[in-house]
T-cell receptor
Framework: KQEVTQIPAALSVPEGENLVLNCSFT??????LQWFRQDPGKGLTSLLL?????REQTSGRLNASLDKSSGRSTLYIAASQPGDSATYLC????????????FGGGTRVLVKP | DVKVTQSSRYLVKRTGEKVFLECVQD?????MFWYRQDPGLGLRLIYF???????EKGDIPEGYSVSREKKERFSLILESASTNQTSMYLC????????????????FGSGTRLTVV
């Protein structure tokens, strides 16, 4: 059974520092991995999606890497801003037809001005 | 952009009431999902549907039912609401077919905060 872990559960950094968020999964047979952002009381917003054949994806200040063999993905946020404060979740999809994502518990990020 | 719309942001219902949570997506996705999210427990899958009139139980289906009469609409039903169903409910959709359908990940709605009193 796939298990997804995000450590640490919470992180606080000063504004301008780069953020590094970790996601590990136990079964390397995944189709893709998706990073989401969730603001308090809101739904999930998709940030980046990495296919199993890819090593990384970039969008603006965000970069996500994937190492399937070691069961790890990392989300980098460059030059953090107070507006980056949120909870970040990763989720893995088992197959293209797979209907159930497995989520990590999330990392709650606070960027201090 | 794919949009998943949940009909209510906040709902307050009384114990024993029948509650309907509605979700509509506009990208012709085959798959739709209902999750609930509680502090310390993360996201838990209640039910999902991979086609019209098809449904499958998720991890915590007890006390819930679903309806999918049209491809774009997936309803979650609390037959007799109880206080332990107070939670944030999130709807999502995804595609499994098409040339790149499965490449496009999951899209979530903005959530419905349900309080049962």
């Amino acid at each position: 059974k796939q298990e997804v872990t995000q450590i640490p559960a919470a992180l606080s950094v000063p504004e301008g520092e780069n953020l590094v968020l970790n996601c590990s999964f136990t079964d390397s047979a995944i189709y893709n991995l998706q990073w989401f952002r969730q603001d308090p009381g809101k739904g999930l917003t998709s940030l980046l999606l990495i296919q199993s054949s890819q090593r990384e994806q970039t969008s603006g200040r965000l970069n996500a890497s994937l190492d399937k063999s070691s069961g790890r993905s990392t989300l980098y946020i460059a030059a953090s801003q107070p507006g980056d404060s949120a909870t970040y979740l990763c989720a893995v999809r088992p197959t293209a037809a797979g209907n159930k994502l497995t989520f990590g518990g999330g990392t709650r990020v606070l960027v201090k001005p | 952009d794919v949009k998943v719309t949940q009909s209510s942001r906040y709902l307050v219902k009384r114990t024993g009431e029948k509650v309907f949570l509605e979700c509509v997506q506009d990208m012709d996705h085959e798959n739709m999902f209902w999750y609930r999210q509680d502090p310390g427990l993360g996201l838990r899958l209640i039910y999902f549907s991979y086609d019209v009139k098809m449904k499958e139980k998720g991890d915590i289906p007890e006390g819930y039912s679903v309806s999918r009469e049209k491809k774009e609409r997936f309803s979650l039903i609390l037959e007799s609401a109880s206080t332990n169903q107070t939670s944030m409910y999130l709807c999502a959709s995804s595609s499994s077919t098409g040339l790149f359908g499965a490449h496009y990940g999951y899209t979530f709605g903005s959530g419905t905060r349900l309080t049962v009193v």
